[in-house]
């Protein structure tokens, strides 16, 4: 299995995060995303889409989505009800209720965060639309998003409920992409700075 | 269970797909989204994101997220290798490979329709913010997403390889939803019309 992933994105992160998490080792491979490399052959040979990350299988079949390369990952060491980390859950509701998470803070807090970086900052040169309205209406929906967390995180340790899962990993990458794009976040949110210095202290979080 | 859900729209007819491939009986209850009922207290209670569908579960559970809802309804009736619908898959890379096309045309395909929608048509009476340039450029997006999928489908029989599957769903919703905004499949591409005709025959299409 290679990684193809571009260190500095919140996207790859969170696959690295998760692999560490899983205590799983992945050759990694740098796309220059800032370069272009993503859009070039090489890479849409990978993924049509152009999008880090991807995990190409030893049998060259290439894997892309960041939710579903943790999902396989997931399906390399799986958790059971006994495991201590159970990113993914192990019932069917803990599982139904993590992927709910993880999707709404992917479509929510990430998607923002990332909307901003493209269209309210410089973002990549490689970038031939830019709204910088949109850009500027993404940075509040930052905050509207950043509330909700801090809401559920006022009655949950965690984002999806009492232990760490994929969601927080996808929230600590958003959260830290943000923090990089100048958007700390607000001290009204003292559940989520709370939150934040808990994820934030995993060894994983280095990854 | 009893599913919250709003019949005109592409999320919530996903999951009244899934769920008529699977055999499985969903009593359901409409938001009157148009009327602005997803954002009254009574079904922020369901859904802080105020997001339609949403499923209750018989223990009071509400879980939301179209995609987490399938996946919980194949949990109460799980596909295996020798099952004829395998609608997220049996293999873990079958499973896995769904997943990604799933989340493509998810966050490809159907968010440019629903960005249309909001915000380059009249959309809902309830959407506070609008940017007609942004729904004009999500309206030439919808264009590029649909010559993704044609090209995928030039050498396969459905979205993700030789199996109908929960990515053709996603896909079928954002079509015919594109459809109602006037905006059909183009005669270039013959590979996604061909598709077209082949899922939306299938029974559970009139879901």
Redesign the interface.
């Known amino acids: 299995m290679k990684l193809y992933e571009y260190n500095a994105f919140a996207n790859p992160r969170r696959v690295r995060i998760f692999a560490a998490e899983k205590g799983i080792q992945l050759k990694r491979e740098q796309v220059d995303v800032l370069a272009g490399e993503h859009l070039q052959t090489e890479h849409l040979q990978r993924n049509?889409?152009g999008a880090v990350p991807t995990l190409e299988?030893d049998d060259g079949?290439y894997?892309?989505?960041s939710?579903?390369?943790c999902?396989?990952l997931e399906?390399l060491k799986p958790a059971n009800v006994n495991s201590e980390n159970k990113l993914l859950g192990s019932t069917?509701?803990e599982?139904?209720?993590i992927?709910?998470w993880d999707?709404?803070v992917e479509n929510?807090l990430l998607s923002a965060v990332a909307s901003f970086f493209h269209h309210g900052t410089e973002g990549l040169a490689t970038d031939k639309?830019r709204?910088n309205?949109?850009g500027q209406?993404n940075k509040t929906q930052i905050a509207t998003e950043m509330k909700?967390l801090d809401?559920?995180l006022r009655d949950n340790n965690y984002i999806a409920g009492n232990t760490f899962s994929m969601a927080d990993i996808t929230a600590l990458c958003a959260i830290d992409f943000a923090a990089l794009l100048n958007i700390p976040i607000s001290d009204e949110h003292s559940a989520l700075q709370g939150w934040y210095g808990l994820v934030s202290s995993r060894a994983s979080a280095a990854a």
């Open positions: 049509p889409y299988l079949t894997i892309s989505e939710a579903a390369i999902r396989y399906g069917p509701k599982q139904v209720l992927e709910m999707r709404r929510g639309y709204n309205e949109w209406h909700r809401e559920q």
